[in-house]
Each structure stands twice: as structure tokens, then as C-alpha cells.
């Protein structure tokens, strides 16, 4: 079964510092490229990043690029996200997705969700 | 970016009506188009993927159809459990993925 656990959210400051983790489990997590998602209730569903199965591709929205950082550990079955300079902007309850073909690279179709882990910066 | 828009914004149906969502694309996005539904506290859940494909496990009562521009999420026959908000999505410029907003269909 596949699981997906977010994790590292939490209330930091303006100008402060999170870091996201997602733990993957019931796949083999190195073929698939994973994304993360946000959401909040004025602006719905918005796509923050992705990272390639290997890692060596990421890609991130405009809105985050310069103070997020994605990457992942296939040796743990953990992908992270580094956010640094949020703002109140960032605050939203942050989901890790899988993507639904296992070619590695990000189709940007999202089988999996975790349960989600909330960013409140205030 | 490709923006998506959603009709209806909410919509209110009973059990056993035959419901339709519509997304429409602000571009031409062929078929990379897909669904999920969300229930309240919970992740979504992709339903159904390259604008007509029924990801694994849905039930067949969910049907999609469209290109181009204009898509439907069809539910032929509501049940209780389907009461939830679905959203379209695109992914025909990966990673440049963007959401509709949302249409919540709820018990009449």
C-alpha cells in the first residue's frame, strides 16, 4: 500500500525557516518523480515543486523559486522541501504527491497524496 | 500560465441524479486533463487522468470526456459518498501544472 507522511510543518515567523519532509513507503520511490502541493482555502490547490526520480531535476513555481529548495534521499525513501524567506503568502497546508508513472521524470500527474502538513507564518 | 476555470462553482444534487462538472482550459491542452476529488479533512484523490483514463479502483459511475479546451467530469448516478469537492487539473506543460477552483457538490 502506498503511504505517504508529511512531516516539519509547524507557526514560524516572517523571514523564517521550515523543513518539509515526505516519507514514502509500499513503492520503489527512486522511479518516481514527486511533487509538492499547497493549498489554501482563498487561493485552492497550488503546485510548488518537483523533483525528478534520480533528483537531478527539480523544478519549481515562480512564486517559491529563490527561497525553496527541494531534493530527496532515495536511500530513505524521503523527499524534503527548504523553505527559507517565508511569508505569510506561504501559509497553507502543504501536500507531498507521487507521480503516477513510474518513468522518473515529472508528468505532473499526481496518484498519491499524503495527508498533508500545515505551514502557518505569522 | 494555463489557467483553468470551473463550472459550476457549487451545485446542490440529490442521490441518483446524474451530475456534470465542467473545466475548460484557457489554451489548448489536448488531453492532459485530470480529476480529483476531495472530502473535507482529506487529500485529494485523482480519479480519473488524461482527460478520460478511470484511475484504478474508481468506480464507473465517474466517466470523463473532452480535449482541446473543454472537458466534463460526469457522475451518472450520485451516491452519499461522492458528496466532495472535485477539481480539474492540468498537466500539459509539466511543471507548470495549474488547478481549477473547485466545484463542491453538495446534498439537496
Known amino acids: 500500500e502506498v503511504q505517504l507522511v508529511e512531516s516539519g510543518g509547524g507557526l514560524v515567523q516572517p523571514g523564517g525557516s521550515l523543513r518539509l519532509s515526505c516519507a514514502a513507503s509500499g513503492f520503489i520511490f527512486r522511479n518516481f518523480a514527486m511533487s509538492w502541493v499547497r493549498q489554501t482555502p482563498e487561493k485552492g490547490l497550488e503546485w510548488v515543486s518537483a523533483i525528478g526520480g534520480s533528483g537531478t531535476s527539480t523544478y519549481y513555481a515562480d512564486s517559491v523559486k529563490g527561497r525553496f529548495t527541494i531534493s530527496r534521499d532515495n536511500s530513505k525513501n524521503t523527499m524534503y522541501l527548504q523553505m527559507n524567506g517565508l511569508t505569510a503568502e506561504d501559509t497553507a497546508l502543504y501536500y507531498c504527491a507521487k507521480d503516477l508513472n513510474a518513468r522518473g521524470s515529472y508528468g505532473g500527474n499526481a496518484d498519491y497524496w499524503g495527508q498533508g502538513t500545515r505551514v502557518t507564518v505569522s | 500560465d494555463i489557467q483553468m476555470t470551473q463550472s459550476p462553482s457549487s451545485l446542490s444534487a440529490s442521490v441518483g441524479d446524474r451530475v456534470t462538472i465542467t473545466c475548460r482550459a484557457s489554451q489548448t491542452i489536448s488531453t492532459f486533463l485530470n480529476w480529483y476529488q476531495q472530502k473535507p479533512g482529506k487529500a485529494p484523490k485523482l480519479l480519473i487522468y488524461?482527460?478520460?483514463t478511470l484511475q484504478s479502483g474508481v468506480p464507473f459511475r465517474f466517466t470523463g470526456s473532452g480535449s482541446g479546451t473543454d472537458f466534463n467530469l460526469t457522475i451518472s448516478s450520485l451516491q452519499p459518498e461522492d458528496f466532495a469537492t472535485y477539481y480539474c487539473?492540468?498537466?500539459?506543460?509539466?511543471?507548470?501544472?495549474?488547478f481549477g477552483g473547485g466545484t463542491r457538490v453538495e446534498i439537496k
Open positions: 487539473q492540468q498537466s500539459f506543460s509539466p511543471p507548470r501544472l495549474t
Open positions: 488524461g482527460a478520460s
